[in-house]
Nanobody
Framework: VQLQASGGGLVQAGGSLRLSCSAS????????MAWFRQAPGKEREFVAG????????SYGDSMKARFTISRDGAKNTLYLQMNSLEPEDTAVYYC???????????????????WGQGTQVTVSS
């Protein structure tokens, strides 16, 4: 297993969670890493992405002011801090890597070659 997501759980609306994605050294060294989410009956949705080639991460429209993506290369870990959670944020959250030598963040899940198993986030109203 190259990516392992954790940190999901049940939280009330307005609460916070921090997701972690532990990666093999080879995977976390991917320049572009991202978080996606998928709710039942819906397509996988881009949440946030980070690239080693640019200082500014990219976020989905509804997450920009509430979520923060970051990475710790020394710990081989990708993070997603989620604040002001809403019931609409309920989904399985996946971490993903684009692969070596790719520096541009993609908002499409088809642009990613490495995937974790997902962690469930449930936000109650």
């Amino acid at each position: 297993v190259q990516l392992q997501a954790s940190g999901g759980g049940l939280v009330q609306a307005g609460g916070s969670l921090r997701l972690s994605c532990s990666a093999s050294e080879r995977t976390i060294s991917n320049c572009v890493m991202a978080w996606f989410r998928q709710a039942p009956g819906k397509e996988r949705e881009f949440v946030a992405g980070i690239s080693c080639s640019g200082p500014t991460p990219s976020y989905g429209d509804s997450m920009k002011a509430r979520f923060t993506i970051s990475r710790d290369g020394a710990k081989n870990t990708l993070y997603l801090q989620m604040n002001s959670l809403e019931p609409e944020d309920t989904a399985v959250y996946y971490c993903a890597g684009r692969g070596p030598s790719i520096t541009v963040i993609s908002r499409s899940s088809r642009g990613y070659n490495y995937w974790g198993q997902g962690t469930q986030v449930t936000v109650s109203s």
